[in-house]
């Protein structure tokens, strides 16, 4: 048996292997997922109880239109080779799809969800749109049926507007490339809106609105961007990125410019409007003025002159009366005094002689010297008359008749 180097053993192997596999499909699991600086792309493919490395070469890795991650499930195009360095065998993919639905479907949802994480799609960050735009662009296919259909609905409703038409691939892997570049010069001319759309078409038809690098620069424009592109159910990222989605193109036109006819009908409402806004105003004002001049005429100087000597004359005449009638009372009331002043006086002395005869015998009866009873005195303190009750023990007090006067002090008081 000839005896073989490890490099020659590794060659036989590597040319039964590549002869016998040329061509595999494979079902697994992505893992350890590596993208070179190169452009490569390195991972493991695996299953439940086995495992096989992979490489995908820049050439093909550029043609992926979704990215890999680490757990998704795919299907592998490529061929067996083998690594002589290190003796190890791998596959050398030329495609891969995404396991159980399409690859352009994965990229695009992927895409969508890192965009919208970034705040790609916050409602906030877009821009309004000018109600009345002046020049807008269309970057579009100069040979679509879609620039066709803006221009018509553009001249039926605003004939006014500037339109610049930027001529770009819109299907292909050159049409994202194309759109990015028209996107970028259109944003530095100062345009009112830019519209960017085409016609209906299949997912890979309108794909070049799905680049990241298209919805880049929708984001980062300067100019209000309106995203038009293919039927009302095709949605594309352009859609959720821009500041105005639109379901088609004519739409577009529709949404962003105004009706010049419904304009001429809004300018007569408005006229109208105004003419009886106008009048009611005038009519307002002729009434004001009438109440002014009423209001005038009841405050002016003569009407206050003529107010004031009416009510001096009233007040004149009810002094008159109110005099009159107190000069009748105090009339009546002097004669009632006369008729009654002889009798109250008679009365008056009357009572007051009575009252000098009660007094006179009170001080008689009170006099010392006119009580001549015997065994009865007159009890006083500080020289005045008392009431033997009023006096206390140890207290002292005069006894007084109509000769002797008598000091004394209370040894015991007691009941009778």
Known sequence: MQTLSVSSLNEQIKAVLESTFSRVLVEGELSRVTIHNSGHIYFT???????IKAVMFKGNASKLKFELQEGLKVILDGAITLYKPRGEYQINCFSIQPSGHGALALAYEQLKNKLASQGYFDAERKKTLPKFPKKIALITSATGAALQDMLRVAQNRYRVLEIDIYDVLVQGENAAP???????????????????GRGGGSMEDLWAFNEESVA?????????????????????????????????PSAAMEMILPDTNELYQYIDSVELQYIQLL??????????????????????IEKKISQKIE???????????????????FSKEIESIKIR?????????????????????????????????????????????????????????????????????VLEKRDT
């Open 178 to 196: 194309a759109i990015l570049k028209a996107l970028c010069l259109a944003d530095t001319k100062g345009y009112d809106i830019i519209v960017v």
């Open 45 to 51: 493919l695996k299953d439940a109880s086995s495992s």
């Open 279 to 300: 009048k009611q105003k005038i009519y307002n004002a002729k009434q004001e003025l009438t109440h002014l001049i009423n209001l005038y005429s009841g405050h002016s």
């Open 216 to 248: 880049d620069a929708i984001f980062k424009a300067k100019t209000a961007v309106v995203s038009a592109v293919g039927h009302e159910i095709d949605w594309v990222i352009s859609d959720f990125v821009a500041d105005l989605r639109a379901p088609t």
């Open 341 to 409: 002043f002889p009798h109250v006086i008679d009365s008056r002395i009357n009572i007051a002689q009575n009252q000098v005869t009660t007094m006179q015998k009170m001080l008689e009866s009170n006099n010392p010297k006119l009580k001549s009873k015997k065994g009865f005195v007159q009890i006083s303190k500080d020289a005045k008359v008392i009431d033997i009750a009023s006096l206390e023990v140890d207290e002292v007090f005069d006894l007084m008749s109509d000769s002797v006067a008598v000091s004394a002090k």
């Open 311 to 329: 009510d001096v004359k009233q007040l004149q005449t009810s002094y008159n009366q109110t005099i009159s009638f107190k000069m009748q009372s």
